[in-house]
């Protein structure tokens, strides 16, 4: 079982997504504030701002607060938030990118570094693990829009690279560049998606045993942690066996 897509599954059995929901608001609503500011307010002329609110829409953002993060933008009431990416490696040299925005750079880089010393890890120089990924659109839709052949024939039609069906559901890859027009089409085909987001998809995998995997998880629920990191990908891999244990 591969690296993000068992993720949310290893998160809800820890019991996690009711403490991850909060944050979880606040990081779409910085990535929709972002998004606003740097291009139009207007969703439907600004491809990355639709695409958060899409995003918010489906993690049941309330729409007040969608509304609000677009207005602080508006009228220029948001703070400066840069985007910064940090690469690593985690316990068993598993590839670790962790995307941040923050209005200190010097502080996010500090924490950054620091929960990766603690859990066994160590931060690297940008660009030292990505070239193990690939900058990809991920939609993602519950197993009871249809099976895997109306699927795959939909995400064929919208343009999309693979498709990924299980028991949990559909996952549907497109290049990055191709997401929200992807999205679109797969949403007048298919309904409206339980997700949909740029992702980094591994190309190499790391597999871990069960020792591991526990290291891996408590370095990637610390940087999840911050409120500055927005999305934190590692290429790690682990048995059915393994998985039953965590």
Same mark, same amino acid.
């Given at each position: ?29 910085? /990535? ?6 740097? !291009? ?7 491809? +990355? ?5 899409? *995003? ?14 677009? &207005? ?12 910064? +990416?940090?690469?690593?490696? !985690?316990? !068993? ?11 200190? +750079? ?16 160590? @931060?690297?120089?940008?660009?030292? #693990? ?14 009871? #829009?249809?099976?895997? /052949? ?10 999309? /690279? ?6 949990? !559901? ?12 992807? &999205?679109?089409?797969? *949403?007048?085909? @298919?309904?409206?998606?339980? &997700? &949909? ?6 190309? #190499? ?13 408590? @370095? ?8 500055? #990191? ?10 059915? /066996? ?5």
């Amino acid at each position: 079982m591969a690296g993000h897509s068992k993720w949310a599954n290893i998160q809800h059995r820890k019991g996690r997504q009711d403490a991850v929901r909060s944050k979880l608001f606040s990081k779409l609503a910085k /990535e929709i504030t972002v998004a606003a500011k740097m !291009g139009d307010p207007d969703p439907e002329k600004n491809p +990355r701002l639709r695409l958060a609110v899409k *995003e918010a829409k489906s993690q049941s953002v309330p729409k007040d607060v969608i509304d609000r993060a677009i &207005s602080k933008a508006s009228i220029g009431d948001a703070e400066n938030y840069e985007e910064i +990416r940090y690469e690593g490696y !985690g316990p !068993g040299g598993v590839a670790v990118i962790v995307e941040a925005m923050t209005d200190n +750079r010097n502080r996010t880089a500090s924490v950054v570094r620091s929960t990766f010393s603690k859990s066994g890890g160590n @931060l690297a120089e940008t660009g030292a #693990v990505s070239f193990m990924f690939e900058r990809k659109g991920l939609v993602s839709y519950n197993s009871n #829009v249809g099976d895997a /052949e109306v699927v795959f024939d939909a995400a064929i039609l919208a343009g999309a /690279e693979d498709v990924e069906s299980s028991d949990d !559901g559909h996952d549907i890859y497109c290049e990055g560049s191709d997401l929200n027009e992807v &999205s679109n089409i797969l *949403e007048k085909n @298919l309904g409206e998606s339980e &997700s &949909s987001k740029l992702i980094w998809k591994p190309n #190499v995998t790391t597999e871990l045993d069960l020792s591991g995997a526990e290291k891996l998880m408590k @370095l990637i629920n610390a940087l999840e942690d911050d409120d500055d #990191v927005q999305t934190v990908t590692a290429n790690f891999e682990v048995s059915d /066996e393994v998985m039953a244990q965590l």
